[in-house]
């Protein structure tokens, strides 16, 4: 029997799915899922016109999607943790859970992963149930998951002076973290100048755009400050910090674009940034921004780019 697939009765087979104590069917003249155990008190023999298996989900397959997600993960920290749970062999699928519950940005990731992927399965099963009723496929499977920056984050902005210790801390994290930096003998004399020249800023020329998580712990900051001596369109972005633990999240992309979209409505043009402690994967954030590399800095011209 046809049936229309809505997005209630998708959620509905997904939660069918993830039941294993049960076996379960779908009434396509209900439109509901049934237990199988229940069925076979009420019908002598099951019609297969009106009763359909569900996709099949069991831990091989929970336990791929686990290992998929990881394979996919940016972060490092949260990715080795969950590298070191799958290998143990030992109360895998709670210690994941475990782990992804103390990342809390992290774990919304994965829920939005592995729905999507029980959505692929289910459209794929009703696919094949619309070609045996001789109807053209409906759906193509959906490759990407949604990046959860705006979801998991809380954006706030305003003058350093107005978060000074903020503003201090994030300064010494970044500082601490270019110290730390496998860098050569004129690297490491330029970073040097570089943490000079950083100390002198005057805190009180200095923008500050800062996230959050939804519960108010900090998560990452990037910097704005007038370049001394130069016209007030002409702006230096001094640093862009993100914590590790919120690493892999696009927070670093999310922040330069709103960084570059604030100066813009100043009627900033030109954004210099520093190239000798850049690190390598975040150059093609920058240069989809505009950037470009002028001796030793990346220079954007935003009256050119948009």
Request: glycine residues 4%; charged residues 30%.
């Amino acid at each position: 029997m046809e049936f229309s697939l809505s997005e209630e009765l998708v959620h509905d087979i997904i939660f069918a799915m993830e039941n294993q104590t049960s076996d379960f069917l779908f009434d396509s003249q209900e439109e509901k899922c049934c237990s199988l155990s229940e069925l076979t008190k009420t019908e002598k023999n099951i019609d297969k016109n009106r009763y359909y298996e569900i996709p099949q989900w069991n831990s091989a397959k929970g336990f791929r999607i686990m290992e998929q997600f990881v394979s996919e993960l940016h972060n490092p920290i949260a990715r080795e943790e969950l590298k070191n749970v799958l290998f143990s062999g030992k109360s895998v699928f709670k210690n994941f859970k475990k782990v992804l519950h103390s990342y809390p940005e992290l774990e919304k990731k994965w829920f939005s992963f592995k729905e999507l992927r029980m959505k692929n399965l289910i459209s794929e099963w009703y696919d094949t149930l619309r070609e045996s009723w001789g109807l053209e496929k409906l759906s193509e499977e959906i490759e990407d998951y949604p990046e959860l920056v705006h979801d998991g984050f809380v954006f706030k902005e305003g003058l350093a002076n107005n978060f000074i210790e903020l503003f201090e801390e994030v300064k010494n994290k970044f500082i601490a973290e270019v110290d730390d930096l496998d860098m050569n003998g004129l690297e490491k004399a330029f970073s040097h100048l570089i943490k000079i020249n950083f100390s002198s800023f005057d805190d009180s020329n200095a923008f500050l755009l800062f996230a959050e998580t939804e519960t108010g712990d900090f998560a990452g900051a990037i910097s704005m400050v007038s370049c001394p001596g130069q016209n007030k369109e002409i702006v230096q972005i001094p640093f862009l910090f993100v914590e590790k633990k919120f690493r892999g999240f696009g927070l670093s992309k999310e922040l330069m674009e709103r960084c570059l979209n604030i100066l813009r409505k100043k009627s900033i043009r030109h954004v210099l940034i520093a190239s000798t402690i850049l690190p390598q994967p975040f150059i093609s954030v920058l240069e989809q921004n505009g950037f470009y590399q002028s001796g030793t800095c990346y220079v954007a011209d935003l009256i050119n780019f948009s």
